[in-house]
């Protein structure tokens, strides 16, 4: 048996449909698929759970994470740690799958082996059209590079303690775990004979991020920090990167904790201030529930502050809220991701929450 893992967080539910009726469609039932929702808004989870109860193939379960980053590492390998089949297969929510993918998955199975897919490119507009898998028209091919669509070897991988969960947002991560394993001793088989997998379109992420604050949680140069993460992993021959306590996720208890507490500390954007948080205030914090609200300083926008400014007068140092967010999300990631926290940006973009249990 080969469980099938999807990691998934507010997308469209015809996309997830068209995927699912994919597999729905295989020639040979040999698998079983979990699917984890990271943390989506509840009226869109109970939205595709509903959906997913017409597969009987497919457990669902909902994760307490919508007020963290996406962190695909973390799904996983909350999924991985729990999984008892001898094989997984890191799924994708945007793909369509060939009718014989199942059987060629069961033809390559090898306890000693990874094995990833070449994946075609669907343009929007194809990706939008219901058609027999050959049928559609594929607007271009990955490369060798395309490290996403892999079978793994279940026990390898949990020797290896996972995917690095150092990975959020996106990026870095698949190629990861391909070094990782690769060290550990296991071949990486690159699969390109047939076309089995179509990805449908979407904007991604590094499209989507904006120089401003943003209500989607968003980190600048996440894509440059992971990749030269990436890198560093491959240089260091410790071929486990996260440490014993790997998927792991906020429990229910945990975030409706976090969610009720109410004593709130209000820290303005003076940089003074916001540097000493990061770098005393929250690593001396210890045995409770830490919660900030970070705002900008009312005398920033004064006209005292502006004319003093203007005349080169000495004036308070200010971050912005988006370094702010910056600079606390790269902290989180770096050092608390895995105590139980949230995250929040308020809808008016002029505030930022933060809440952390240690």
Same mark, same amino acid.
């Given at each position: 048996m080969?469980t099938?893992?999807?990691t998934?967080r507010?997308?469209?539910?015809?996309r997830v449909?068209?995927?699912?009726d994919s597999l729905?469609?295989? %020639?040979?039932?040999?698998?079983?698929?979990?699917?984890?929702d990271?943390g989506?808004?509840l009226d869109l989870?109970?939205?595709?759970?509903?959906l997913?109860?017409r597969?009987d193939f497919?457990?669902?379960?909902?994760v !307490?994470?919508?007020?963290?980053p996406?962190?695909k590492c973390?799904?996983?390998?909350?999924?991985?740690?729990?999984t008892? *089949?001898?094989y997984?297969?890191n799924?994708?929510?945007?793909i369509?799958? #060939?009718p014989?993918? %199942?059987?060629?998955?069961?033809e390559k199975?090898?306890?000693?082996?990874?094995?990833y897919?070449?994946?075609?490119f669907l343009s929007?507009?194809?990706?939008?059209?219901?058609?027999?898998?050959?049928d559609?028209?594929?607007?271009?091919?990955a490369? =060798?590079?395309?490290?996403g669509?892999?079978?793994?070897?279940?026990k390898?991988?949990?020797e290896?303690?996972?995917?690095?969960e150092?990975f959020h !947002?996106w990026?870095s991560?698949d190629?990861?775990i391909?070094?990782?394993?690769?060290k #550990?001793?296991? =071949?990486?088989e690159f699969?390109?004979?047939k076309?089995m997998?179509l990805h449908?379109w979407h904007k991604?992420y590094?499209?989507?991020e904006?120089?401003e604050?943003n209500l989607e949680l968003q980190? *600048?140069?996440?894509v440059?920090?992971?990749?030269?993460h990436?890198?560093?992993?491959?240089k260091n021959n =410790?071929p486990?990167?996260?440490? %014993?306590?790997?998927g792991?996720i906020n429990s229910e208890?945990e975030f409706?904790?976090l969610?009720? !507490?109410k004593? =709130?500390?209000i820290?303005?954007?003076?940089?003074?201030?916001?540097? #000493?948080f990061?770098?005393?205030?929250?690593p001396?914090?210890q045995n409770?529930i830490l919660?900030?609200r970070?705002v900008?300083?009312?005398?920033q $926008?004064?006209l005292?502050?502006?004319?003093?400014k203007?005349?080169?007068?000495?004036?308070?140092n200010?971050?912005?809220?988006?370094?702010?967010?910056?600079?606390?999300?790269l #902290?989180?990631i770096s050092f608390?991701?895995?105590?139980a926290?949230t995250?929040?940006? $308020?809808n008016?973009l002029?505030s930022?929450?933060f809440?952390?249990k240690?």
């Amino acid at each position: 048996m080969i469980t099938i893992l999807y990691t998934y967080r507010n997308r469209d539910l015809e996309r997830v449909k068209r995927s699912l009726d994919s597999l729905q469609q295989q %020639s040979k039932k040999n698998f079983e698929v979990v699917f984890i929702d990271y943390g989506s808004d509840l009226d869109l989870a109970t939205q595709v759970k509903e959906l997913i109860l017409r597969y009987d193939f497919v457990k669902y379960e909902y994760v !307490f994470t919508r007020y963290q980053p996406w962190n695909k590492c973390k799904a996983l390998n909350y999924a991985i740690k729990k999984t008892e *089949s001898e094989y997984c297969f890191n799924a994708d929510i945007d793909i369509i799958f #060939h009718p014989e993918f %199942s059987n060629i998955l069961e033809e390559k199975l090898n306890p000693e082996k990874v094995l990833y897919f070449q994946v075609g490119f669907l343009s929007n507009e194809e990706s939008l059209k219901q058609l027999k898998f050959e049928d559609y028209k594929v607007n271009f091919l990955a490369s =060798e590079e395309a490290t996403g669509m892999s079978l793994f070897p279940t026990k390898k991988i949990k020797e290896l303690q996972g995917f690095d969960e150092f990975f959020h !947002f996106w990026g870095s991560e698949d190629t990861d775990i391909h070094n990782r394993l690769k060290k #550990h001793g296991c =071949e990486i088989e690159f699969y390109n004979s047939k076309l089995m997998m179509l990805h449908q379109w979407h904007k991604n992420y590094r499209g989507r991020e904006t120089k401003e604050l943003n209500l989607e949680l968003q980190l *600048s140069k996440i894509v440059e920090i992971n990749n030269r993460h990436l890198q560093y992993n491959l240089k260091n021959n =410790e071929p486990c990167a996260n440490l %014993s306590k790997w998927g792991t996720i906020n429990s229910e208890a945990e975030f409706n904790e976090l969610d009720l !507490f109410k004593n =709130e500390l209000i820290l303005n954007n003076k940089s003074e201030i916001i540097d #000493h948080f990061l770098f005393v205030e929250l690593p001396k914090f210890q045995n409770g529930i830490l919660s900030v609200r970070f705002v900008e300083d009312d005398f920033q $926008s004064s006209l005292k502050y502006k004319l003093k400014k203007r005349v080169g007068k000495k004036v308070p140092n200010y971050y912005t809220l988006k370094e702010i967010n910056d600079k606390l999300l790269l #902290h989180i990631i770096s050092f608390y991701h895995q105590y139980a926290y949230t995250y929040k940006i $308020s809808n008016d973009l002029k505030s930022i929450s933060f809440k952390i249990k240690k």
